[in-house]
């Protein structure tokens, strides 16, 4: 069986978070996009979750969302910050999901955002990265490994990449 290959480290940066967010988007519900890519960094989940949540698995007043089936087919709970909980709010309640798009057509669209906006090798999946990175300044390594559902820690240390700077500044 081949080796599993080097993990990616590519974090996002503000200017780069500025400009996706900032984008006018094309097609259809073109305003939800840049709201699921926040939502992913906010918690970590993937394009995948956040394409398949329904409103009925949001529970806003005690602050979570409740996955039913994860990549690895497991449940899980992803607690939502103050700002997720905010754009949850900013999207409209009226069909049973809560991000009525196509998960391939978003990740072709935010391929060709990208590629318009001038940023490149950054990739969807990359928010998971940020998200662990910042997760992992408010939580243990366990409850990390719960948010991002790893059973695993190796696996998660995959998605965890801090820069020096953000270590540095933990141990003053």
């Keep these: 069986r081949p080796k599993n290959g080097r993990g990616r480290k590519r974090r996002i940066s503000p ?19 840049p709201k ?3 939502l992913a960094i906010e918690t970590g989940m993937r394009l995948g979750e956040i394409c398949a949540l329904e409103w009925q698995h949001v529970y806003k007043t005690e602050n979570f969302i409740h996955i039913s ?13 103050a700002r997720a909980v905010g754009i949850l709010d900013e999207v409209p309640n009226g069909n049973l999901l809560v991000f009525p798009v196509n998960k391939e057509a978003v990740g072709a669209q935010f ?7 001038g940023i490149v090798n950054l990739h969807f999946h990359d928010t998971r990265h940020e998200a662990a990175s910042r997760l ?8 990390l490994a719960a948010v991002l559902g790893h059973r695993d820690l190796r696996s998660l240390m995959t998605y965890y990449n801090p820069t020096a700077s953000e270590l540095s500044s933990k141990m003053r």
């Design 15 to 33: 200017h780069e978070f500025r400009q996706i967010t900032g984008a006018v988007w094309r097609g259809s519900q073109s305003r939800l996009k």
């Design 36 to 38: 699921m890519f926040e």
């Design 69 to 81: 089936k994860s990549k690895n087919g497991d449940e899980r709970d992803v607690p939502l910050s």
């Design 111 to 117: 391929r060709r955002k990208l590629k318009e906006l």
């Design 136 to 143: 992992s300044k408010l939580l243990t390594v366990l409850e």
